[in-house]
């Protein structure tokens, strides 16, 4: 919480303004504030934007004939604290009585994959693994890309008790099913 914010990304400067802008709501008006700072957070349902979303629709398109099977990708060496959102619902949903206003708190699990892993484990969950070859993206590249992420989450802990219990195999299956009924409708 209190390392130097140096966004990377537009997204990134985007999160740092909504920051600025509730502290000073808090400030000036007496606002309970807390901020959360999310990392990874996935759950069926969630955007196509993120990697395992986008490796789960293009894996059910495979396996319905809809797309060669081909799973193209950007750089799957990076490292991302995930989290599966339901593991930390209760703690976002109490956060805002345990922590004191204008508190900034890391929200995520503690825990790092590596997105080639992932698309490795879901790859294994598919009809059609054995056909699916893996094909990096120089589209899906990005100018900067920090190597691994991972939040620290000593504060949450000591706020909240939280302790992480994520699945991340149930997860990654939870995903692949919901692009599959997704393809099919």
């Given amino acids: 919480e209190s390392a130097p914010l140096q966004p990377v990304s537009p997204y990134g400067v985007s999160k740092l303004a909504t920051e600025a802008l509730a502290m000073q709501y808090a400030r000036t008006h007496g606002l ?10 996935l759950a069926p349902r969630g955007v196509e934007a993120l990697a395992l979303h986008q490796f789960a629709r293009q894996i059910a398109l495979i396996e319905r004939g809809l797309q060669e ?18 593991d930390s619902a209760p703690v976002v949903a109490c956060l805002a009585e345990s922590a004191p ?7 995520g699990s503690n825990m ?8 490795a484990k879901l790859v294994g969950m598919s009809s059609a693994s ?18 691994v992420v991972i939040a620290d989450i000593a504060m949450l802990r000591s706020l909240t008790g939280w302790r992480p219990e994520p699945n991340i195999t149930n997860l990654a299956g939870l995903l692949l099913q ?3 009924r997704e393809v099919d409708f």
């Fill in 130 to 147: 054995d056909r699916i070859r893996l094909q990096q993206d120089a589209g899906r590249l990005r100018a900067y890309d920090e190597r």
């Fill in 101 to 107: 206003s204008q508190t900034v708190v890391n929200l």
């Fill in 32 to 41: 309970q504030v807390v901020v959360a700072r999310f990392f990874i957070h």
């Fill in 112 to 119: 790092s994959y590596t997105m080639q892993d992932l698309l």
């Fill in 69 to 86: 099977p081909v799973v193209r990708h950007g750089d799957v060496a990076t490292r991302r604290d995930i989290t599966d959102i339901v």
């Fill in 178 to 180: 919901y692009w599959r």
